[in-house]
């Protein structure tokens, strides 16, 4: 804590002179058709404004001296204005904007993140944030193809509000982007906070926090019509906006619908099917309140991509294999499927007591279901073409060396027989219909893991201010969720049906009637397509959170305290009664209460009107997450043991550059993790079951440097410099606790080894050079970027005593076994262009964009040992570490997204 405490000292003095009150005044307009711009972001110094209706602004500052006005909207191009201000108010004049189509047109947020892939956590963001600061903006778009987390932090760590409600998922903590996917128009407007700086409309998180302004009012009032055609996730996009703006009548609207399909996408099997709407509605009721609805969905459709191993990569010479898919009646038919459709509701009243004082309320809600298929088998070979004892490098004796016949021979048939490198589906209906003739159920089928989600919000803030230095914010957010989690009969692949018993208990416990059932109150069910099977519980919570800040304001300071306090209630309620734990799976179970709160506090320090200095701490406490409350929540209601509330202890310092020909920021900070916990779920080839396997007790330690620069090297040319070198550890030795889904074993619990291990998931060292041409409304941007330090995902089983417990000491394959491992790093080339054309009313934007020029398809962009490991290959019980090589993903080679709108 003493770091923390360091950092308030400056706080205790307050008591210097106050200036008079200054303003910089000025207004905003668009470049290209001469518009009034509103809601554009206006900076100087450390302070902040948006720009009305009108495109003014009025910003005050305490001090006379040199100021850079920066002003940032997505879809323009960031504007640098100097402004001296001697006494009274300075006036910027008319600041005008150029329409950017380089990043606003990008398609990044929606084709990069859109998470093809269901083995890996998307944790990346898939937000791109549009700020003056150089840094966050590079990130956030650059570096985006690399899944590269700021700071390291998973994104349950970043709050997102969608007209002050908070939208993080109830039971992962992330925000779901694909649920406004495809509303990019209407999605336009927002406010972001940068780690844990302080703002209007939300305490903030650690990880920051943005905003989403829909309200039909604050729309660009157009009628637009774009165009996208590309060969990532999608390969066409249609969209159209239409906007009223606020009318004479005081009624504003806004309309935006899109459509995204593409029959493959980058990578083999993989489609994308989705629409989306938005409707919002606004009444300005008088001067001091307005009402405003707003609604919006976006309901998908997509074939999914899976990870492999580079034993597979390279005897097919596809770094981007798909095991997911094969051919069906000679067409490509993918095994996994997600769909989603989650609508959302809000109704927001906006009340303006005073010129000082404003209060924001929102009731809301949404409802919608997402699934994703999978194959099942009962009693039958795993149909997954990439299975390991599928692949020429299985050693059946091991140690003993692979036959090399056999070897060649699974080689050839991998590199020629499509029905062997992908799924056979063929196979799978025919051995159905051979179990059909003997009246048997289903040996393959199709399930569809299903959640449902409903969703209630309420939540009020005030933002008032305090006297000549301060402003105060806070609020209270409430809501309810419910998510009900369930298996259906998607498709019996020809099979005439199922039945809803536990395979891996029948196998172990053919005598024991009780265990083998999934729901003991109907038992030995037949499952038809459509029915619900396998496990079917909900899981709930109550959440409420207040919060307040203050800042205050002064000449050559500024500083801010706030603090939240929340609480938490959550419980499962099972729908059947599981064979595995007939007195702890059905109904409602105990409900469980947590309290947290956080504290934080920062401090500015103004050199002068362009350089400052600025300091933040803050200590965060947070219930876990609800998806890992529970062991095994499928099967039972029983608590993760071990599992209390994480304690987050975070500071950072950073020196500020701003003038109108370059700005640079310098970051250096530090976060620490207490009592983290993980859940993982995986098959155990030991003991022929699902393991559940928790980690708690985890500490780690997030620290680095992140540096961002940009100069204006000509009037039409800057140069952008951006490095983030970070070093994320496991700083002890956490606690591991299996537990076993078929119930062959009590629940065993042990130490794991992984003190100073790096945390995967994301690059620790990204940078990026490049080159920004701007003139005649022409943009050009060339971005050389470098990435390092990427860590494998590791399995908590190998750093075990039981892993190596048969091997005598310097044994050689301990290392192997423990040891983590690093992937290359390596290089991308980006390129876009953009041309803005005014003709008559009508306004054209083009844009161009290729990412990964140069075509680099050996780039690793993460990966994860799996969560297997295999003991009984020889009956030697000595760990094979061979048998399940790390699965990996690599970044998509080039790929191109071209982009033309109409605006009038």
Same mark, same amino acid.
């Given at each position: 804590?003493?770091?923390?405490?360091?950092?308030?000292?400056?706080?205790?003095?307050?008591?210097?002179?106050?200036?008079?009150?200054?303003?910089?005044?000025?207004?905003?307009?668009?470049?290209?058709?001469?518009?009034?711009?509103?809601?554009?972001?206006?900076?100087?110094?450390?302070?902040?404004?948006?720009?009305?209706?009108?495109?003014?602004?009025?910003?005050?500052?305490?001090?006379?001296?040199?100021?850079?006005?920066?002003?940032?909207?997505?879809?323009?191009?960031?504007?640098?204005?100097?402004?001296?201000?001697?006494?009274?108010?300075?006036?910027?004049?008319?600041?005008?904007?150029?329409?950017?189509?380089?990043?606003?047109?990008?398609?990044?947020?929606?084709?990069?993140?859109?998470?093809?892939?269901?083995?890996?956590?998307?944790?990346?963001?898939?937000?791109?944030?549009?700020?003056?600061?150089?840094?966050?903006?590079?990130?956030?778009?650059?570096?985006?193809?690399?899944?590269?987390?700021?700071?390291?932090?998973?994104?349950?760590?970043?709050?997102?509000?969608?007209?002050?409600?908070?939208?993080?998922?109830? =039971?992962?903590?992330?925000?779901?982007?694909?649920?406004?996917?495809?509303?990019?128009?209407?999605?336009?407007?927002?406010?972001?906070?940068?780690?844990?700086?302080?703002?209007?409309?939300?305490?903030?998180?650690?990880?920051?926090?943005?905003?989403?302004?829909?309200?039909?009012?604050?729309?660009?009032?157009?009628?637009?019509?774009?165009?996208?055609?590309?060969?990532?996730?999608?390969?066409?996009?249609?969209?159209?906006?239409?906007?009223?703006?606020?009318?004479?009548?005081?009624?504003?609207?806004?309309?935006?619908?899109?459509?995204?399909?593409?029959?493959?996408?980058?990578?083999?099997?993989?489609?994308?099917?989705?629409?989306?709407?938005?409707?919002?509605?606004?009444?300005?009721?008088?001067?001091?309140?307005?009402?405003?609805?707003?609604?919006?969905?976006?309901?998908?459709?997509?074939?999914?991509?899976?990870?492999?191993?580079?034993?597979?990569?390279?005897?097919?010479?596809?770094?981007?294999?798909?095991?997911?898919?094969?051919?069906?009646?000679?067409?490509?038919?993918?095994?996994?499927?997600?769909?989603?459709?989650?609508?959302?509701?809000?109704?927001?009243?906006?009340?303006?007591?005073?010129?000082?004082?404003?209060?924001?309320?929102?009731?809301?809600?949404?409802?919608?279901?997402?699934?994703?298929?999978?194959?099942?088998?009962?009693?039958?070979?795993?149909?997954?073409?990439?299975?390991?004892?599928?692949?020429?490098?299985?050693?059946?004796?091991?140690?003993?060396?692979?036959?090399?016949?056999?070897?060649?021979?699974?080689?050839?048939?991998?590199?020629?027989?499509?029905?062997?490198?992908?799924?056979?589906?063929?196979?799978?209906?025919?051995?159905?219909?051979?179990?059909?003739?003997?009246?048997?159920?289903?040996?393959?089928?199709?399930?569809?893991?299903?959640?449902?989600?409903?969703?209630?919000?309420?939540?009020?803030?005030?933002?008032?201010?305090?006297?000549?230095?301060?402003?105060?914010?806070?609020?209270?957010?409430?809501?309810?969720?419910?998510?009900?989690?369930?298996?259906?009969?998607?498709?019996?692949?020809?099979?005439?049906?199922?039945?809803?018993?536990?395979?891996?208990?029948?196998?172990?416990?053919?005598?024991?009637?009780?265990?083998?059932?999934?729901?003991?109150?109907?038992?030995?069910?037949?499952?038809?397509?459509?029915?619900?099977?396998?496990?079917?519980?909900?899981?709930?919570?109550?959440?409420?959170?207040?919060?307040?800040?203050?800042?205050?304001?002064?000449?050559?300071?500024?500083?801010?305290?706030?603090?939240?306090?929340?609480?938490?209630?959550?419980?499962?309620?099972?729908?059947?009664?599981?064979?595995?734990?007939?007195?702890?799976?059905?109904?409602?179970? =105990?409900?469980?209460?947590?309290?947290?709160?956080?504290?934080?506090?920062?401090?500015?320090?103004?050199?002068?009107?362009?350089?400052?200095?600025?300091?933040?701490?803050?200590?965060?406490?947070?219930?876990?997450?609800?998806?890992?409350?529970?062991?095994?929540?499928?099967?039972?209601?029983?608590?993760?043991?071990?599992?209390?509330?994480?304690?987050?202890?975070?500071?950072?310092?950073?020196?500020?550059?701003?003038?109108?020909?370059?700005?640079?920021?310098?970051?250096?900070?530090?976060?620490?993790?207490?009592?983290?916990?993980?859940?993982?779920?995986?098959?155990?080839?030991?003991?022929?079951?699902?393991?559940?396997?928790?980690?708690?007790?985890?500490?780690?330690?997030?620290?680095?440097?992140?540096?961002?620069?940009?100069?204006?090297?000509?009037?039409?040319?800057?140069?952008?410099?951006?490095?983030?070198?970070?070093?994320?550890?496991?700083?002890?030795?956490?606690?591991?606790?299996?537990?076993?889904?078929?119930?062959?074993?009590?629940?065993?619990?042990?130490?794991?080894?992984?003190?100073?291990?790096?945390?995967?998931?994301?690059?620790?060292?990204?940078?990026?050079?490049?080159?920004?041409?701007?003139?005649?409304?022409?943009?050009?941007?060339?971005?050389?970027?470098?990435?390092?330090?990427?860590?494998?995902?590791?399995?908590?089983?190998?750093?075990?005593?039981?892993?190596?417990?048969?091997?005598?000491?310097?044994?050689?394959?301990?290392?192997?076994?423990?040891?983590?491992?690093?992937?290359?790093?390596?290089?991308?080339?980006?390129?876009?262009?953009?041309?803005?054309?005014?003709?008559?009313?009508?306004?054209?934007?083009?844009?161009?964009?290729?990412?990964?020029?140069?075509?680099?398809?050996?780039?690793?962009?993460?990966?994860?040992?799996?969560?297997?490991?295999?003991?009984?290959?020889?009956?030697?019980?000595?760990?094979?570490?061979?048998?399940?090589?790390?699965?990996?993903?690599?970044?998509?080679?080039?790929?191109?997204?071209?982009?033309?709108?109409?605006?009038?």
């Amino acid at each position: 804590m003493k770091f923390f405490f360091t950092l308030l000292i400056p706080i205790v003095f307050l008591a210097l002179p106050a200036w008079s009150q200054l303003n910089i005044t000025g207004q905003v307009m668009d470049g290209l058709t001469g518009a009034a711009v509103a809601q554009a972001k206006v900076e100087a110094a450390s302070l902040q404004t948006t720009t009305g209706a009108d495109g003014r602004f009025v910003l005050p500052v305490n001090e006379p001296g040199d100021y850079t006005i920066i002003v940032t909207l997505d879809g323009y191009e960031k504007t640098s204005v100097a402004v001296k201000v001697a006494k009274g108010s300075a006036d910027a004049g008319k600041i005008m904007l150029s329409p950017s189509m380089v990043q606003a047109e990008s398609g990044m947020a929606e084709i990069t993140l859109s998470g093809e892939s269901d083995d890996k956590d998307q944790a990346v963001s898939g937000l791109l944030h549009s700020s003056g600061d150089v840094f966050s903006n590079t990130a956030s778009y650059t570096f985006s193809s690399m899944f590269f987390r700021m700071r390291g932090y998973d994104s349950e760590y970043e709050n997102i509000y969608i007209e002050g409600v908070p939208v993080n998922d109830g =039971e992962s903590g992330r925000a779901v982007y694909g649920e406004w996917g495809g509303l990019n128009d209407a999605f336009r407007n927002k406010e972001y906070l940068n780690g844990i700086e302080p703002g209007k409309f939300s305490i903030g998180s650690l990880g920051g926090a943005t905003n989403f302004t829909t309200r039909a009012s604050k729309q660009r009032k157009q009628t637009k019509l774009s165009y996208a055609l590309s060969n990532r996730s999608y390969t066409n996009r249609l969209m159209l906006t239409y906007s009223t703006g606020l009318m004479d009548n005081n009624w504003a609207f806004t309309f935006s619908g899109s459509r995204r399909w593409g029959n493959e996408g980058y990578v083999d099997g993989t489609f994308y099917d989705g629409y989306a709407y938005f409707f919002g509605a606004e009444k300005k009721i008088n001067s001091r309140h307005s009402l405003a609805l707003t609604a919006y969905a976006s309901p998908t459709r997509r074939g999914m991509s899976s990870a492999s191993t580079q034993e597979v990569y390279d005897m097919l010479d596809n770094n981007y294999y798909n095991s997911s898919w094969g051919y069906q009646n000679g067409e490509k038919r993918n095994s996994k499927v997600r769909t989603s459709n989650e609508p959302m509701f809000i109704l927001s009243h906006y009340w303006t007591i005073d010129e000082k004082t404003s209060v924001t309320s929102s009731a809301a809600f949404s409802s919608g279901k997402t699934g994703t298929t999978g194959l099942n088998w009962f009693n039958a070979r795993d149909p997954r073409p990439d299975y390991y004892r599928n692949l020429p490098n299985y050693q059946p004796d091991y140690p003993l060396p692979v036959n090399p016949f056999t070897q060649a021979a699974t080689i050839s048939a991998w590199q020629n027989d499509v029905n062997h490198s992908q799924i056979d589906w063929d196979h799978l209906y025919q051995t159905n219909y051979l179990s059909n003739i003997e009246n048997k159920q289903a040996l393959y089928i199709l399930e569809n893991n299903m959640t449902a989600s409903q969703n209630w919000y309420l939540n009020s803030r005030l933002n008032k201010a305090t006297g000549e230095h301060g402003s105060f914010s806070g609020g209270i957010e409430l809501s309810h969720y419910k998510g009900s989690h369930y298996k259906l009969m998607d498709d019996l692949l020809g099979g005439q049906y199922w039945v809803d018993i536990d395979q891996y208990s029948q196998r172990d416990f053919k005598a024991d009637t009780v265990k083998l059932q999934n729901d003991l109150n109907n038992p030995n069910r037949v499952i038809k397509e459509g029915d619900r099977f396998g496990y079917d519980y909900d899981l709930l919570s109550n959440n409420l959170n207040l919060w307040a800040l203050e800042q205050f304001t002064y000449p050559k300071y500024d500083f801010y305290v706030g603090a939240s306090i929340s609480g938490n209630q959550y419980w499962r309620e099972g729908n059947m009664r599981n064979g595995r734990a007939p007195e702890n799976s059905y109904g409602k179970s =105990e409900v469980n209460t947590n309290m947290n709160y956080s504290v934080k506090a920062g401090y500015t320090y103004k050199i002068s009107g362009r350089h400052y200095v600025t300091a933040h701490a803050a200590y965060i406490t947070r219930p876990p997450l609800l998806r890992d409350a529970y062991i095994s929540p499928r099967t039972t209601a029983k608590l993760t043991p071990g599992i209390s509330d994480l304690k987050i202890m975070s500071g950072d310092i950073s020196y500020v550059v701003r003038y109108p020909n370059f700005n640079a920021r310098v970051t250096a900070y530090q976060t620490m993790y207490d009592d983290y916990s993980e859940l993982l779920r995986f098959y155990d080839d030991d003991l022929k079951t699902f393991v559940n396997m928790s980690m708690t007790n985890e500490s780690r330690t997030h620290q680095g440097i992140e540096i961002g620069a940009e100069a204006k090297v000509l009037p039409i040319l800057s140069v952008v410099a951006v490095v983030s070198y970070g070093n994320y550890r496991y700083t002890n030795r956490p606690t591991g606790t299996r537990n076993y889904d078929n119930g062959s074993l009590p629940d065993t619990t042990e130490t794991i080894y992984v003190k100073n291990f790096y945390v995967g998931g994301s690059p620790q060292l990204a940078s990026s050079v490049g080159l920004r041409f701007n003139k005649n409304y022409w943009f050009i941007d060339l971005n050389g970027n470098y990435y390092d330090k990427i860590w494998l995902d590791f399995n908590p089983q190998r750093r075990t005593p039981k892993a190596i417990q048969n091997l005598g000491p310097g044994d050689p394959l301990i290392n192997t076994l423990t040891e983590q491992q690093q992937l290359d790093g390596g290089f991308t080339l980006d390129l876009s262009i953009g041309k803005s054309i005014r003709v008559k009313s009508y306004f054209v934007n083009i844009n161009f964009s290729v990412s990964n020029l140069l075509d680099n398809q050996k780039l690793t962009s993460g990966g994860y040992e799996q969560n297997r490991i295999d003991f009984n290959t020889a009956g030697n019980m000595v760990a094979n570490p061979n048998a399940f090589p790390p699965k990996l993903y690599y970044a998509y080679g080039r790929t191109y997204f071209f982009n033309v709108g109409f605006r009038f």
